[in-house]
């Protein structure tokens, strides 16, 4: 007989989640099912319910309807002992006062679960926070330094990171991205939400993506093709408009326009197949000038998945939770 295969549960479901603030519906029905030791990103635009989700996981506010179970436990009856496997840091994190960013993480420390010695030091050390610092006298993204410190100071078991790159620099951003993927290796789970597409493509295993308080779609980084769209600018010589037009549209997919100025092409438009038949083409010609730019993630979301309720791209989910590609 083949050995059984245990089935670990997730570490986050919820099921047919929907809060309504009055006439408000922040969240509709939303299932979410995170394995662990998973980097699991939500995204979606501002307004889309990421921050309600979060919020009702660790019970800061309640659901409507539906149901959510973290580590094993409804939020609602898990008490310190859930809150203190989470660390969590906060999308509106607000911190202040004349206390010094060191003792107020000590202080946290002593209340929340046991941190080991040094481990405050060496995240601030890799964060670049100052710890002899009055609160009141940090910038914002060393507030949001302070507030990631103790998020991971006590090496939880789930982090639930709600916009947590906000005010930080490339640098510190990267380190905090090698934080997030040290906790994976070390098989803690971690949820992560953002509105910035980047962010999430390189720290996510799964992705959902959520518009108007519904998961539109749901599935790994590559398989969402929301990383594909891209907005194109280029001034070539050599050819003429129509036939460059005719060229870009029918290999490249390149929705847009080619106008002449002065015997210069300018091309303008969007790609959404990937950038490299464009590429190709162009290098038959003189490349004056080439931008290729990320759409904020609003546009990615309503260009190719629609507004949730209409009658749009993207299918139902298959069997495995995903949604096949539109
Ligand atoms: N306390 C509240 N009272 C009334 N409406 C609220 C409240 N909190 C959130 N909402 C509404 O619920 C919806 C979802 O908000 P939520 O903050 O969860 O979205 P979000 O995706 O986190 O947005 P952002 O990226 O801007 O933080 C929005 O329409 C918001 O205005």
């Known amino acids: 007989m083949p050995p059984a295969i245990e089935t670990v549960p997730p570490v986050i479901e919820t099921r047919a989640l929907t809060k309504r603030y009055g006439s408000n519906t922040a969240l509709t029905s939303l299932d979410l099912v995170v394995q662990p030791g998973t980097v699991f990103g939500l995204i979606g635009p501002n307004g889309s319910g990421k921050t309600t989700t979060l919020r009702i996981l660790l019970d800061i506010v309640r659901p409507t309807s539906g149901t959510a179970v973290v580590l094993g436990l409804s939020p609602r009856n898990g008490g310190a002992a859930l809150r203190r496997r989470i660390g969590y840091i906060p999308g509106d994190l607000r911190l202040d006062g004349r ?128 990383n594909r769209l891209r907005h194109v600018r280029a001034s070539v010589s050599g050819t003429g408009p129509d036939v460059l037009h005719g060229e870009l549209e029918r290999a490249a997919g390149l929705k847009g326009t080619v106008t002449a100025q002065d015997g210069i092409l300018h091309i303008q438009g969007t790609l959404e197949g990937g950038v490299d038949p464009f590429i190709k083409i162009l290098a038959g010609y003189r490349v004056l000038d080439l931008s290729v730019e990320e759409p904020d993630l609003e546009e990615s979301v309503l260009r190719l998945y629609g507004r949730p309720g209409e009658n749009q791209a993207a299918p139902s989910p298959d069997a495995d939770g995903r949604r096949a590609q539109p």
């Not at 609160?135 to 507030?143: A, D, E, F, P, Q």
């Not at 620099?169 to 789970?189: I, M, S, Y």
């Not at 953002?194 to 398989?223: C, F, P």
């Open 99 to 226: 206390i010094r960013s060191g003792t107020l993480l000590r202080h946290y420390a002593e209340i929340s679960a046991p941190v080991p010695a040094g481990r405050i030091e060496l995240l601030a050390g890799r964060l670049d926070l100052d710890l002899s610092r009055p609160v009141h006298t940090l910038s914002k993204g060393n507030r949001q330094k302070l507030g990631l410190v103790q998020a991971f100071m006590h090496d939880p078991d789930l982090l639930i990171l709600d916009e947590p790159t906000s005010g930080l620099d490339p640098l510190v951003q990267r380190e905090f991205l090698d934080l997030v993927r040290e906790a994976r290796a070390a098989g803690r789970t971690v949820l992560l939400s953002s509105h910035v597409l980047s962010e999430i493509q390189q720290a996510a295993d799964v992705v959902a993506v959520l518009s108007l308080g519904r998961v539109v779609a749901q599935g790994d980084v590559s398989s969402l093709r929301l």
